[in-house]
RNA sequence: GGGUGUGUAGCUCAGGUGGUUAGAGCGCAACACUGAUAAUGUUGAGGUCCCAGGUUCGAGUCCUGGCAUACCCA
């Protein structure tokens, strides 16, 4: 039930159902507006900035969006207690790869099926159709588990708007000079004539067994001659466009003496250490070189000398096959970190234009790639797009590098130019060499790794200053922002924006014909303008963009719209996308359809103050915000980030659909609620670590957290609405003359509201759940309400209960605040529990209490003045004791419910007579004690022993600490008093005399001799177990009393019914009834308590074997 | 192959600056307690702190090198 089953101050429950009071409290916020209300009434407040990260909603929301948006919700729930004004803005990435391919998968069609049998029109209204297909589901997740986000005012990136607003920043860049065109290595097919992508790359057949001719190289030293390097290539066609060498800066290398096995000329070559079994036979090794003739089987070797990678890089060599010449300074050895040893030479043949790494590393050393001029001017590689060899590389020109025409005549270029090295003293070795190489899924041939022309960011001319910016950010965990995020930055290389696809955001650059003039359009307001001038000069016959037509800036209508270069010749735009990445990395601009419009709201909110997504973002948007930001800005984006982790599987595995392991959110939340279900995920681990997520220990966290906390509260309800207890916060008991346990909790719950406050504040909401849990459940309910809860149970309001009631209800209002980030709907349930009934009442005062919802309330600040160290020490204490005590009474089996006479303690340092005293009448209570004795060491009746501390000792003793230990030990209980008296002792260590303290040493009771004795630390507790007949007949009359208060409570009275008692007349419990009749009577409410001999009744009691029927009647 | 995490009881996790008996909860077993409790208390079983070296009087903690696993990037 969530309904409350009576009509009172304090509503009171029959059980907890989450599913069906958070409904209860969704529809309050949505009825009442207390997400716009909890704005509204920070409207004039200083703003605390958070960017929402767009998903997207093609799909269907999962259990880690759950994750990820509790995150967000916490930070800005808090900042909004802490009176901050946190707007939160919903948006919906919308272009990109994933709504494509999910379109064709629903169309039945592939990508080459766009423009011949569907229209490019047609096929991106299919992707805006489908890509916010799942959009109410996700509004309806956010609801559920109560992520308070701006739903109704979401930005879209597939709007007018965004992209009007990402060609803005386009424009600045292309300004700025940061926007070119050039060209980065790509899959491409000479066969097909176009670029893969590494999807294509990845069907299946694609990568096929083949058998290459590899060839190992010599590059000879320029200014050592006879002295060389050996690179090792599969792809010997490659070798005309070598430019540089790559070692690996940690690999050792050798130099050996030699002969060239073709030419049989005495050679020196460089190769790694680890490779040279590869390429000498041990038994030639010993071999004497000047002996060696043309025609031996056995090539003699020797090494003269070895270096590390690092030493050799700057080394220059002389250009292997020298048909082009570089512009720049190539033929050196350079550092790569994708060296290795495990085949090839140890180094690498790098030729920047036919592969990813080489044009990587060549870029990031200065290395020129070898080019040749196209007919338009512009660079190309040695080979053209056929395939072929250009002019410029005579002896092959012409040729293909692999026969892409199914010439049955077809001779290997890669065999051609091996017998060339081979003649010129440059093949050290030539060999087939069988591997994986990947193949084009339309032609069946062997991909070429090419060059293809793309858009970039010159993201480089400010890594300096990204770099610089980033350690600015508080990241959370921090080795994601100096780690994968920081050293990604250090070796940024510029980024590609192009993408040859169909739904997304056009490039906004026109070219003429020639690639003379260019234009980037800024604006719809100057295309419109330069479509008018098209008009003008003929080149477009009307104006699509005139003032109050509709348009679409999407293609394939973009591409219709021809502009005039300065001779008025039709320019056309680049037919490139740009990168997804770029739309949601423009949302601090975009979102607001900056600069064209909220240019004020803007400039308030920018940089966010707060972002959090799934590490997996850490390239993506956490890049594309902090890279815009920084060029266009200077600018961080975002102060604060968690890059949250990733939710698994209970057994640590990643989810998938496919294998069937995914969790369901919304099934998660209706069976569970969402509370248990953010209160779990937050809880368990820190949010930056994966996450495993166990369905059942959301049970538990139901169970344990939130059950301890509605049964704190079903306490205090039933005995304030009995009391009728009528909370006044102008008008309470001055904390200074509560009582020890409630000074005690007050001052341990503004310890809690300080430490909650700096988790939260620190961006660790782990900790800050698991402190206010372990105060809910451990001190809170297990101590405090535990020990006073006879204090609200008899006799009418004094100060000492309505002292009780305020404390109670004190923490009860601060524990919902605390937790309201987490737990939006259980928090908001006790508060309006808490304060629906004082409401009218706090209204006049205009209180905390006339607030609606706690989610409008302010932080509440921390009391210094009621905190109290000793007193949360001495309480610790007394907790310590009470768990000894039980201990002992369960080794002896004297059962708490039996007095004892007393306990005896050994004072220490720690444990002072001052302290006891203070909590003395707890434990007594706790644990049914009737006196706390207390003793020092002098008395002598302890045995006692003696520990070092190391800790202190450490310092003084050094490497005589173990002779140290062992003086300690042997320390005998004379030493121990002197030690004890005096504060300090000589003690005698390998003949030297060292003075230790009291702090040296950890002196503790082992035992105390006739008692039963416990110890944890230096406290030790003894009990003594004698049994008086006195203390045998008040632990009968306790007997007695709960086997009577559970009868009440089977015969179903109310707490305050008063009763009658009958019971049999027992001769062993006569003793018991005279003395403590009185409070038996007491204790059970009861008017009466009599014998009747020869009762006879349903309702029998039984104590140690002993039985009697018995009868309760109510009193009216 | 590179980068960054993680690795402690059957499970989920704590364990500032090194200190000698490594903790909690869950689960399991037993016994108690309960007029708020869906709880709780006590006791017990359960650990090569991933491995190997090193530094140190002393390493779960610091260093080096591995192994496993996850993510990102090649």
Redesign the pocket.
Known sequence: MSQATTQTRYPT????DFPAFETYIRAFWERERIFEQSLERRAHAPAFTFYEGPPSANGQPGIHHVMARTIKDIFCRYQTLKGRLVHRKAGWDTHGLPVELQVEKSLGITKKDIGTTISIADYNAACRRDVLQFKDRWDELTRLMGYWLDLDHPYITFENDYIESVWHLLKRLWDKGLLYQGYTIQPYSPAAGTGLSSHELNLPGCYREVKDTSCTAQFERSDAPGEYFLAWTTTPWTLPANAALAVGASIDYALVDTYNPYTHRRIRVWLAQDRLPAYFSAEAADLDLPAYQAGDKRIPWRIVETKRGEELAGLRYAQLLPYVQPEGDAFRVIVG????T?DGTGIVHIAPTFG??DL?VARQQGIPAITVPAPDGSPMPLVDRQGRFVEQVTDFAGRYVKNYTDDPDYQSVDVDICILLKKENKAFRVEKYEHNYPHCWRTDKPILYYPLDSWFIRTTAYRERMVELNRTIRWK????G???FG??LENLVDWNLSRSRYWGVPLPVWMNEDRTESKCIGSVAELRAELERAVGLGLMPENPLQEGRDFDLHRPYVDEWILADSQGQPMRREPDLIDVWFDSGAMPFAQWHYPFENEDIFRRSFPADFIAEG??Q???WFFTLHAIAVLLEDSVAFRTVIAN??V?D?????MSKRLGNAVDPFETIQTYGADPTRWYMIE???P?????F?I??IG?VQ??FF??L???Y??FA?YANIDDFVFDDQNTVPYASRPELDRWIVSKLHSLIEAVDGYYSDYDP?RAARAIQEFT??QL??WY??LA?RR??KGEMTPDKQSAYETLYECLLVVAQLMSPIAPFFAEWLYKNLTDGLREAARPHDSALALPSVHLSDWTPVDQSVRDAELEARMELAQNIC??V??L???T?L???QPLQRILIPLTAHITRQRLEAVADLIRSEVNIKAIETATGDEGMFVRQV?????T???K??????AA?AAIAALDAAALRKLEAAGRYPLQVEGETYEITREDVEI?TEDVPGWAT??EGSLTVALDTTLTDELRAEGLA??L??R??????D?G?????R?AIEMGFRPEWQNALAQFGVYIQHE??AERLDTVEGLTSDQQIEIEGVTSPIQLHLVR
Do not use: C
Request: glycine fraction near 6%; aromatic fraction near 8%.
């Open positions: 429950y029959a059980s907890l970190d994708f060296v290795t495990d990813a790494d990587r965990p921090e080795s994601t100096t780690g994968r050293q990604w590490v997996d850490t390239r993506g982790g990733l698994l209970k057994h640590g595995n990643k368990n681990a820190p930056w670590e994966n996450l495993k166990n059942d220990s538990e169970r344990k059950g301890t509605f049964n704190t079903a306490f039933l782990t459940i451990d309910s297990n309400v535990r809860r609200f149970w768990s000894l039980r201990s009474r369960k080794r089996r059962n708490i419910r520990k070092p501390n190391f800790r000792l450490g310092p003793m050094g490497a005589k600490m173990k230990a503790r416990a110890s306790r007997e009393v709960n009577i208060q559970n009868l009440r409570k015969l009275f109310e707490v305050t019914d009763i059970t409410l």
